[in-house]
């Protein structure tokens, strides 16, 4: 390889002539600090994010430590965040004298856990601190849910997830505080730049007075218009101000903001190449090697990514990073959990985050930002590819599995693995799919009789005593175009069958009636095998969507237990 060869970087701001126009507007204008263009852009964002106010400031890191300060945290309080993120957010914790907790992530999607959340739980915990990984939304309404079940407040962190959709609510617009970052490598860059979102009028004045120093007014406020000459003047100051609190030194100057005016008009384009990129990526490195693609948010539900990064997981991690920096492609590693620097270790001792210790010796972000050509995409798509056949590694590595769980083959459908129409197929749960079925069963808890969230321990030990090892039940995945949406389970029950876990896990298809043909194909193949059967089901009386759902396909009430009411239909 010539040292001449294109050096590809993991990311890069989206530039043009407009970010140098807008620079050089606000260099003559004679006011490059805190100042008129500071305000409109707070204006614009807090209009784009849906929020009545934003507060712009000098980075995330001073919008995370002043949001914990005007959210009243100090010594003694407690705050709960996850370990894989960039180190700021935990050092706002201690910036305001209080004890960061963590807790572990979701496998798939690598945010925080809500139920590992609310395990953490204590008298002293104030505040919960979500990291939206890699622009991918977290379980928002679980960890409210929890936040207004513990009477607590949560901050997110929104440094990835400038212009994300979680369940078609903006980033920015879901919880009290929403902090952003406007970094060189972010997805909307302005060299160094923060925000903070909020609905509370209060809060942002106080958020106001804490960026410059404590000072009732900034100097742009200041100022007095005089008439010089029949033009308008900014050259008379109002002098007086007063300070009541201390505050810092973490406003926006006019340059940064200048920037981030022309960045905004751009992101959700740019945001829509990241993800057209990120879709490439899955569809040519799925199957690569051990490679484990990311979760991709698909607007099922109305969530959408910002798609900050692209994040595999390997491994052979290091090796690999070594071998694409030979052929000068660069890639990265987000994050080094916290909780392993020194600092931390010291200060959070015995702490045990088993799926972030794991995942995050695997995880490799690969370059992507929206001037990434489809020429530069493919030599790293074809280097990645080089790189596993040469140290012979293939798809049957255990990373990669897709393995099918062994039921025990009495059932009368152990066998069924079918396509029902051209997109929509039916086939039995995969060991991968224990944690994606986790996750639809807590977003869906409200519909279950013991609705609790539940922890990945507890859905292993759940499937492995009820379908695993018992020769009458078999569950399904539902999929469409390959894409696990829903699940199914048919348990036999004497001379009956009862059909449960039936879960719609992808909203958007429930218009499509993507379960009820799945359904369908199911019982027919019931009848087919085991002649004409009765089929019951039980259901929570509130779940009025299921109820309908289940009356549109032939079952009626039989009869109502407590909060139960059993279904039941002849095949």
């Keep these: 390889m010539s040292n001449n060869q294109k050096l590809i970087p993991v990311f890069f701001p989206f530039y043009d002539r407009n970010e140098e126009k807008a620079v050089i507007e606000v260099l003559r204008s004679g006011w490059i600090g805190l100042g008129p263009k500071t305000a409109e852009f707070e204006n614009k964002f807090a209009a784009y994010a849906g929020a009545k106010y934003a507060i712009a400031l000098n980075s995330a890191t001073a919008a995370l430590h002043l949001s914990l300060m005007a959210a009243g ?151 007095e218009k005089v008439k010089q000459a029949g033009l308008e003047s900014n050259r008379g100051y109002g002098w007086h101000y007063e300070i009541y609190e201390l505050g810092y030194k973490y406003h926006m100057n006019d340059i940064n903001a200048a920037l981030g005016l022309v960045q905004l008009t751009k992101l959700e384009n740019a945001n829509r190449i990241r993800r057209k990129i990120a879709r490439y990526y899955q569809k040519s490195l799925t199957g690569v090697g051990d490679i484990v693609c990311p979760t991709l948010a698909d607007n099922s539900d109305g969530t959408i990514s910002s798609q900050h990064n692209y994040v ?29 620097h020194p600092l931390y270790r010291k200060l959070c001792p015995n702490t045990k985050l088993p799926v972030t210790e794991e995942e995050w010796k695997r995880v490799l972000t690969l370059p992507l930002y929206p001037d990434l050509t489809k020429k530069d995409q493919d030599r790293i798509i074809e280097t990645i590819h080089k790189f596993f056949k040469i140290n012979n590694v293939g798809n049957q590595l255990s990373g990669n599995k897709n393995t099918s769980i062994k039921y025990n083959n009495k059932h ?160």
């Design 312 to 340: 595999i997981r390997t491994k052979f991690r290091d090796k690999l990073h070594l071998y694409l920096r030979q052929q000068y492609i660069s890639t990265g590693v987000h994050y080094m959990p916290i909780h392993l």
């Design 412 to 571: 009368p459908l152990h066998k069924i693995e079918n396509s029902i129409s051209q997109h929509i197929a039916i086939r039995k749960l995969r060991v991968q799919d224990l944690e994606t079925l986790r996750i639809w069963r807590n977003e869906n808890r409200k519909y279950f009789y013991d609705s609790k969230l539940i922890s990945k321990e507890t859905q292993v030990k759940w499937f492995i005593q009820n379908y695993k090892n018992n020769p009458n039940d078999t569950i399904y995945i539902v999929s469409y175009k390959s894409k696990p949406v829903g699940a199914l389970g048919l348990i036999k029950r004497g001379k009956d069958h009862e059909l449960g876990r039936v879960m719609l896990g992808v909203k958007r298809f429930a218009r499509r009636g993507v379960m009820g043909e799945a359904m369908e194909k199911l019982l027919n193949n019931l009848k087919e095998r085991s002649g004409k059967q009765r089929v019951i089901l039980e259901v929570i009386k509130t779940n009025t969507p299921a109820i309908n759902f289940y009356k549109k396909h032939g079952f009626y009430k039989r009869e109502g237990r407590g909060q139960i009411v059993v279904m039941e239909r002849i095949v």
């Design 73 to 223: 945290v100090g010594s003694g309080d407690e705050v709960i965040l996850p370990a894989m993120t960039f180190a700021s957010t935990a050092h706002a914790v201690l910036y305001v004298g209080a004890k960061p907790v963590f807790a572990d992530i979701e496998k798939n999607t690598m945010c925080v856990d809500p139920y590992d959340v609310e395990k953490k739980i204590t008298k002293k915990t104030k505040i919960i601190i979500p990291v939206h990984y890699g622009g991918y939304p977290c379980n928002m309404d679980s960890l409210q849910e929890i936040a207004r079940k513990h009477k607590l407040l949560i901050i997110e962190d929104a440094a990835h997830a400038c212009g994300s959709v979680y369940k078609g609510r903006r980033v920015g617009n879901i919880s009290t505080f929403t902090c952003f970052s406007f970094h060189a490598v972010k997805n909307l860059a302005t060299g160094d730049g923060g925000m903070i979102t909020t609905n509370d009028r209060a809060i942002m004045e106080e958020l106001k007075r804490l960026r410059w120093v404590g000072i009732t007014k900034d100097t742009w406020n200041r100022v």
